[in-house]
Nanobody, 122 residues
Framework: QVQLVESGGALVQAGGSLRLSCAAS????????MGWFRQAPGKEREFVAA????????YYVDSVKGRFTISTANAKNTVYLQMNTLKPEDTAVYYC???????????????WGQGTQVTVSS
């Protein structure tokens, strides 16, 4: 089993920045990478960003490219999501995820965190 714990969600004004963190514990050696999804009220959960532990594979949804940056601290089994120039439409619960096989936007993750709320006010 792999446990994922997110932190860093908050209320921020439009144009501001936040950094989300997700720490993985347990059988982390069984994972290939980690990333983030988000779910806004009344909408389906959507992929946001992902990164393989090697750092060679990085993916972003088009709506966050140029504004969000995903990175890892492998020694700490931690993934970060730096979010800049936040917009009200970025408001959502952000979920950390870990992949057991190929890290890709269309590949279902094997593990999920509990989520952290990000609210962007206009």
């Amino acid at each position: 089993q792999v446990q994922l714990v997110e932190s860093g969600g908050a209320l921020v004004q439009a144009g501001g920045s936040l950094r989300l963190s997700c720490a993985a514990s347990g059988r982390t050696f069984s994972t290939y990478g980690m990333g983030w999804f988000r779910q806004a009220p009344g909408k389906e959960r959507e992929f946001v960003a992902a990164i393989s532990w090697s750092g060679l594979n990085i993916y972003y949804v088009d709506s966050v490219k140029g504004r969000f940056t995903i990175s890892t601290a492998n020694a700490k089994n931690t993934v970060y999501l730096q979010m800049n120039t936040l917009k009200p439409e970025d408001t959502a619960v952000y979920y950390c995820a870990a992949w057991l096989r190929v890290v890709a936007p269309t590949t279902p993750p094997g593990y999920w965190g509990q989520g952290t709320q990000v609210t962007v006010s206009s």
